[in-house]
């Protein structure tokens, strides 16, 4: 057996970002830097950059499905990422296709916002995303407005952040990371919150305009770790400290939210 036909896959559904920084565009190039090998199944098409989103063209669900389905009848798949899925005929198709083909360790980012605030997930979606999408997931990495929306719960504090975590807990998911980003404090916390308890990951706040596509990058750094037979703490470890480096690493590229360093430790570097 050659080296080559060890590699582990995984598979990216999600919205294009022109602009290179988050979506399909940063989960593939996670995936490059985990030694895993990536393959997709675009959402939607947006025109975006640094700055912000100018439009948004979303995809028929069929034809989303019909790229999941090609993958996942020729591609063995260790990880499933899920992100930007627009509205909520989309986000049925997504939580079908996850469970007609039994597809693995779904790792769910709730996608609702971009970083220059632009609306990602029609409204009337995200009770598709509670009801069909959350009870598929192995794990959901919600942000504090991503888990306000989910959870019912204002957020403003760690103590509210777990609280919230645990209503998101109730709808399904195996897990739930409540990424402590938008909080106050010099300490970013996050909070993997299972049935069996409550484990924190601390780092220090980095202050760097270089932040776009930080959630896409968590989640598919995760997604990659679970691709690699890691244990869902172990990723969410390997996955924070990746996105700290990256952030630190940030690259000098537009006028707006600037992209992480997706490669600062080289190809397949973990």
């Avoid at 739930?176 to 484990?199: I, Q």
């Avoid at 930080?214 to 990659?224: E, N």
Wanted: charged share 20%.
């Amino acid at each position: 057996m050659t080296a080559h036909s060890l590699i582990r896959a995984a598979l990216t559904i999600a919205g294009s970002d022109s602009g290179g920084g988050a979506g399909i565009q940063a989960d593939l190039k996670t995936f490059a830097a985990f030694g895993v090998y990536g393959t997709s199944a675009i959402t939607a098409i947006t025109a975006q950059n640094t700055t912000g989103v100018t439009g948004v063209v979303a995809l028929e669900a069929d034809f989303v499905t019909a790229q999941i389905e090609a993958v996942a009848s020729d591609i063995e798949l260790g990880a499933v990422k899920t992100g930007m899925l627009a509205n909520a005929a989309i986000v049925e198709a997504v939580a079908a296709a996850i469970l007609a083909l039994d597809l693995p360790r779904v790792v769910v980012d709730p996608v609702m916002v971009a970083k220059s605030g632009d609306t990602l997930l029609d409204e009337d979606a995200v009770g598709a995303v509670r009801r069909e999408l959350l009870p598929r997931a192995l794990v959901v990495t919600p942000n504090v407005p991503e888990a306000e929306v989910l959870s019912g719960r204002r957020v403003t504090t760690l103590d509210e952040a777990l609280e919230a975590a645990r209503a998101i807990l109730d709808l399904g998911p195996g897990a739930v990371v409540m990424k402590g980003g938008h909080l106050a404090g010099p300490e970013v916390v996050d909070l993997l919150v299972t049935s069996r308890g409550v484990e924190r990951f601390s780092a220090p706040r980095i202050a760097s305009r270089h932040t776009h596509g930080t959630g896409c990058t968590f989640a598919s750094a995760v997604a990659a770790g679970l691709a690699l037979d890691q244990p869902l703490p172990e990723a969410v470890r390997a996955a924070k400290a990746y996105v700290q480096g990256a952030i630190e690493h940030g690259l000098d590229i537009g006028r707006g939210h600037g992209p992480v360093g997706h490669f600062w430790r080289g190809i397949g570097g973990r």
